[in-house]
């Protein structure tokens, strides 16, 4: 059976594995640290899908309010762990955010995905997202700004 709810900000800790597989490369700690603040923020819940009381995949959300968009959500981290792939459960998170954007009053659903990503790109062009630009980086590493 499965099962789609808000995961409790005092149990986000639950999604730390599907972090870690997310971001590749990223310190673990530094991964930690970063779920740690998020929990804080009054903008940002996730949700989890469940499979028999099982965490099988999980999504960010954001409640943003931008001059360009008015009230949209922005989706991140959405993950599906790899022995549960395969049996829609990323589209299902997708329909439940939707439904919540569309009985919440928000305009629209965004995300970022990675230009290299070509399989979560593909899969958001399955659910229904458009590409409408580019996301742009600069990265400060402490003693300076890099590309």
């Known amino acids: 059976m499965e ?11 639950l999604i730390f594995p599907m972090l870690v597989i997310l971001n590749e490369g990223v310190d673990e700690g530094k991964i930690q640290e970063r779920l740690d603040k998020i ?14 009381d099982i965490l099988a995949g999980c ?41 919540f954007a569309e009985k919440n009053g928000f ?17 958001w062009e399955k659910v229904g997202a458009i590409k409408k630009g580019y996301h742009m980086v600069k990265f400060c590493q402490g003693d300076g700004w890099v590309l």
């Open 39 to 52: 929990k804080t923020f009054d903008n940002y819940f996730c949700i989890g899908i469940y499979c028999d």
């Open 59 to 99: 999504c960010g959300v954001w409640e943003l309010h931008k001059i360009y968009a008015g009230p949209h959500l922005e989706v991140d981290n959405v993950c599906v762990l790899p022995e549960f792939r395969g049996r829609s459960l990323g589209e299902k998170m997708m329909e439940w955010v939707a439904d």
């Open 3 to 13: 099962e789609i709810k808000v995961i409790p900000n005092k149990e986000l800790d």
């Open 107 to 123: 305009n629209s659903i965004e995300l970022n995905a990675y230009i290299v990503n070509e399989r979560g790109v593909a899969f």
